[in-house]
């Protein structure tokens, strides 16, 4: 069993969060900290720590994850215009909760897509 992190107690609305999209496999609410002005994470319901946990069970509830992203951007306006989906993994990608998770960023133009040294 994966420990629990906020984002399991967001699935089951035990926390509070903007909740734009749930349904038995997948969750998407607003990032607290948006870095672009649509930031929006899409979580796996199932607690998976990394995508080093990943195992082939789970591979309906990460491909939903790509399906829910086309159609929020669709929804929000930026999808003809573009956008980043991001997934990070542990300390050198910079993951600091350790629910898998995708980054929806758009809604301007975001630059490289690495920060270089
Ligand atoms: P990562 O660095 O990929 O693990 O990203 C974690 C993201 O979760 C960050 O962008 C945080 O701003 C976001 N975050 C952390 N806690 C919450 C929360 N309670 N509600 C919404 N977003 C959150």
Redesign the pocket.
């Known amino acids: 069993m994966a420990a629990e992190t ?1 984002f399991s107690k ?1 699935i089951r609305r035990e ?1 509070p ?1 903007d909740i734009v999209y749930q349904d038995d496999l997948v969750t998407a ?5 948006p ?1 672009a002005p649509v ?1 929006i ?1 899409i979580v796996p319901n199932k607690a998976i720590p990394t995508v080093n946990d990943v195992q082939p069970a789970d591979e309906a509830a990460l491909g939903r994850l790509f399906s829910v992203a086309g159609k929020l951007a669709h929804e929000m306006g930026i999808a003809e215009d573009g956008y980043r989906l ?1 997934v ?1 993994c542990n300390r050198h990608g ?4 350790y629910h898998l ?1 995708m ?1 929806l960023l758009g809604g301007r133009p975001l630059g490289p897509m690495l920060l270089r040294p």
Do not use: K
């Open positions: 906020i967001i926390a969060a609410f607003r990032d607290i900290h870095q930031h994470l991001l990070n910079g993951q600091v909760v998770h980054h």
